[in-house]
């Protein structure tokens, strides 16, 4: 019963190291989501990918790349982490039309120190 | 463009009580509504949501929430908070014959006092 399952969980940079968050959903959904978490700021969408090979960005895409390996996997990846890029990061899935509920995966904690 | 509008970050009440978590949205053409709850450091899972049938909706744990057009409203009540409660909400829209990509508003944190 996986459903969204991304990694690490938690994670501590330092300041211009990368990386990348991991994301798999096994739901054979069409739709998937990176979304940010920080205080007094609700979730704020960094990039989304409607379907197998196309990525868009979202409301807050600087700093951040996308890839959409396969139906299943959508990657998120820093290049150069910022201390403004601390955050928690969800990765969620949907079928991908208007009504369907957005599934989430745990969350992954990363301090950019 | 949809918009969502959540009254108050924090609503405290006690176990027992009333819990009323406000929601409004904007948008231009019929909405899905949505409510989220999200637990300490898990993710979100859906409470409910109402997708044009009946105006009513009822969820898990004993929320509920009803769609009122005339004043853009889809508030999220319970009769009778239980400490378990304690968590984030989250308010959502996407539009039908639109973009499904959710609107999130910014969350209220429900605390359940003893």
């Known amino acids: 019963n996986a459903g969204v399952t991304q990694t690490p969980k938690f994670q501590v940079l330092k300041t211009g190291q990368s990386m990348t968050l991991q994301c798999a959903q096994d739901?054979?959904?069409?739709?998937m989501y990176w979304y940010r978490q920080d205080p007094g700021m609700g979730l704020r969408l960094i990039y989304y990918?409607?379907?197998?090979?196309?990525?868009d960005k979202g409301e807050v895409p600087n700093g951040y790349n996308v890839s959409r390996l396969n139906k299943r996997e959508f990657s998120l990846r820093l290049e150069s982490a910022a201390p403004s890029q601390t955050s928690v990061y969800f990765c969620a899935s949907s079928v991908g039309t208007a009504g369907n509920t957005i599934y989430f995966g745990e969350g992954s904690w990363l301090t950019v120190v | 463009a949809q918009s969502v509008t959540q009254l108050g970050s924090h609503v405290s009440v006690s176990e027992g009580a009333l819990v009323l978590l406000r929601c409004n949205y904007s948008?231009?053409?019929?909405?899905?509504l949505f409510w989220y709850v999200q637990y300490p450091n898990q993710g979100l899972q859906l409470l409910l949501k109402?997708?044009?049938?009946?105006?009513l909706v009822k969820g898990i744990n004993g929320f509920e929430a009803e769609f009122k057009k005339s004043e853009t409203s889809f508030h999220l009540t319970k009769p009778s908070a239980h400490m378990s409660d304690a968590a984030e909400y989250f308010c959502a829209v996407t539009l039908s014959g639109g973009s499904y990509i959710p609107t999130f508003g910014r969350g209220t944190s429900l605390i359940v006092h003893p």
């Open positions: 990918s409607a379907s197998e090979g196309t990525t």
């Open positions: 948008s231009s053409v019929p909405p899905y």
């Open positions: 109402y997708t044009s049938a009946a105006t």
């Open positions: 739901m054979n959904h069409n739709s």
